[in-house]
């Protein structure tokens, strides 16, 4: 079983409005988790990164939320565009060290319509 | 944009046959990787290296092999390629913050390999 789990699958919204992508996670111990923005045909991009001590972080248009207890992060994209069809990536680290180990999401795939 | 590259970016090629994929970075990172991503599926680390002349295979069981003999080139070859190989793979390299201890993996293009 993946320790780290997105929802939804896919996502299909019209420009211009906001949608939520979700990310649970088990992996244990915890350092940071990231989230990943992946075009199509191209390698996945940061978009945010957050230890155990932050519960929010925003880049723009995205803002991504962490509930360490619960093991759960968000992330919220505010006024869509079409440039934000891709998939979005779940990352979370088990330590900060040389020695960590990365664990990725399936991903969220976005599609946004004009 | 990362300073990281792969070439060629599609290839297709019978079975049995021997490829090399390409990846440099221009960024001075010791550390540096390949994944391995189908469709619809999460990433799957199947080398590592953390320097020159360091090799170590991942958490997924590859016949692929790589080498590290510059620290801005690390290629991956299949010695006879086979259907089953199908699939595209991402290079990466990676610094860490040295007062966070956090680590940026910044991730070429990716190679997409349909093996017949």
């Known amino acids: 079983k993946n320790q780290v789990e997105q929802s939804p699958q896919s996502l299909i919204i019209l420009e211009g409005k906001n949608c939520t992508l979700q990310?649970?996670?088990?992996?244990?111990?915890?350092?940071?988790l990231r989230w990943y923005k992946q075009d199509t045909g191209r390698g996945p991009v940061s978009l945010t990164i957050?230890?155990?001590?932050?519960n929010t972080k925003s880049n723009g248009r995205y803002t991504a939320t962490l509930d360490a207890d619960t093991k759960q992060s968000s992330l919220h994209i505010t006024a869509s565009q079409l440039s934000d069809s891709a998939s979005y990536i779940c990352?979370?680290?088990?330590?900060?060290?040389?020695?960590?180990?990365?664990?990725f999401g399936r991903g969220t795939q976005l599609t946004v319509w004009p | 944009e990362a300073d990281i590259y792969q070439t060629p970016r599609y290839l297709v090629i019978g079975t049995g046959k021997k490829i090399t994929l390409e990846c440099s970075q221009t960024?001075?990172?010791?550390?540096m990787y390949w994944y391995q991503q189908d469709p619809g599926m999460e990433l799957h680390l199947i080398h590592y290296s953390y320097g020159v002349n360091s090799t170590e295979k991942g958490d997924l069981s590859s016949e692929s092999t790589v080498s590290r003999i510059r620290t801005e080139h690390f290629p991956l070859t299949l010695e006879s390629a086979r259907p089953s190989h199908t699939s595209q793979y991402l290079c990466?390299?990676?610094?860490?913050?040295?007062?966070?201890?956090?680590?940026?993996?910044?991730f070429g293009p990716g190679t997409r390999l349909l093996v017949l």
């Open positions: 990352v979370v680290s088990d330590r900060g060290s040389t020695l960590g180990r990365l664990y």
């Open positions: 960024m001075g990172h010791d550390k």
């Open positions: 990310c649970n996670y088990t992996v244990s111990p915890f350092s940071n």
């Open positions: 957050m230890t155990f001590s932050e």
């Open positions: 990466a390299s990676s610094r860490t913050d040295r007062t966070f201890l956090i680590e940026t993996q910044y």
